[in-house]
């Protein structure tokens, strides 16, 4: 499992167009008292808006981690940004990457990391030996989201909820499972990238015993119904063992995203195929909710859509970048 | 993928534990005419009953690897077996191992591989860059052997099953996804051992497009109702796109194997939700029998249990072990 140290500086590199510099606008957004400002090449044009710190400025204002904060192309660090990352080594920040391509491939952060003793983390890696699953009930109540597809909204729902459940004083902990999470979170684990026969018991140190009025917030995963990634899916639902699941949904989609081939499910079926999965590892296992990712539709065609969605499932239905979790955190008996 | 060099010349260490040697046994049973004979230390009590016959004069016999046919104690090789091994790669033997230790920790090893331009394959381990899954369909046929457990007779299955289509002039292939199978294949992926994004994926490599008429015989993993291994059933059924299933089931198991908190499903749930699962990327799936492993049963229990059970799920029912699987292979069409 991967902890970082916080707070972080996020390094754009010589990003010019603000779609690759997603990874930084989502801390931005999600973790702001974590970022301490944000540093970047004179080439750059994006600016997420924070106080410009020069690494060795940021180490020494208490910075622990300076973050790639942008998908730089072709997923390999240009030879114009290893100057920088090697001077926050350097100045004793750890650099962390999203990225698939290993930090250790440059051997001028193997080298700078080395003297001062500073780490590269990839978090899109998860080295380390795991357990197996074992399907033993824990302590402490766990809520996952999971998606009729891939990329749309599990990540964004799950902090949604983290959210709505502290602000009403709840203990509550979100738990990352893909490399964005995990920068927000500052721990949690790629858990597409573990070894196959650990997906579940990875799951399960993920969101180890707890008190009993904690819930663990688990970022969903892939979908049962996509052709490529549902083992990631059922091994995640399995491991986290939840006792609620929150379904998520983007109704513009007809199908999964880049396989025409395959139709969506109805939501009823998805909702049925989810628990009737998940009551291996907990009989109890309901959904509590419905999250519409509805930025296709306009705000009186949302309202229609989950009105009548409401209806049909008996369900909260709700968008939380549009009016929020409150119904969802409701039915959990939060 | 590994592909292995045969013959196989079988090491047996320094076993005295018949138990121990399961994987030369099941070479030797499996595939005869790949084994060349066997070779151990002086210390060893268990014999194959085949030639014996040293590295050196099996490689001038035209042998391709020595296989490691043992379990050895604590995963590990002991020293005493290194050099045994380093001879029979100066001799141009290949060393395949199904241990979890890789055999590159040995040096001795490793400097006499290089030496001799001969291979360290670790057949447990599946080292590539694998594709993700397409989910979209291949030509020819396949037939999966699932489960209501692990390790209940899906590789042995899948194996009576190929041998009876090739005796009936068919075309078949086994297609291995564990390392006993792929020492019996010589080729194959041990499944459980690749990065969890690539499950489906690597699966559809395992399996690609072929004749109409031929069929794959996909040996099975895990089972869909196992707390740790779903994930990996899931994603080879998907990627497997069966035709076919053929359940596998040990009648005397009540729960899941070292899992006594979870009780295994009835097998007409477990026919139901394999088949619900494999539809996403075969809508044409069907189950064309199962296989008892009826070990624990008597000749007229295991009579009286098939009847029942055939009546009961109006499928062939048998034993590979005790009367094949002629009556599968009919309900395949084959």
Redesign the interface.
Known sequence: MHTLRKPYLIFLGDVTLKSDAKTGFGLRDWCPTDVIGQWALPQATVSLGLPVIAPADAARRGAGSIVVGVAPPGGRLPEAWIPTLADALHAGLDVVSGMHTRLERYPQLVEAARERQARLINVRHADRDWP?????RRSGRRVLTVGTDCALGKKYTALAITRALTARGMKATFRATGQTGILIAGQGVA???????F???VAETLSPANDADHWDVVEGQGA??H??????????L??SQPDAIVLCHDPSRQT?ED?P??ALPALDEAIR?YL??GR??NPDIRCVGVAINSSSLSLPEWARYRDQLQAELQLPVCDPMRGGVESIVQAMGA
């Open positions: 197996v699953g074992t399907g033993l858990i597409d990238a573990v070894v196959a026969d997906i579940a018991g049962l119904f052709p490529a990634y549902a083992g990631v899916t059922l091994g995640l399995h491991g999964i396989h081939h395959i195929r009737e999965a291996l590892t």
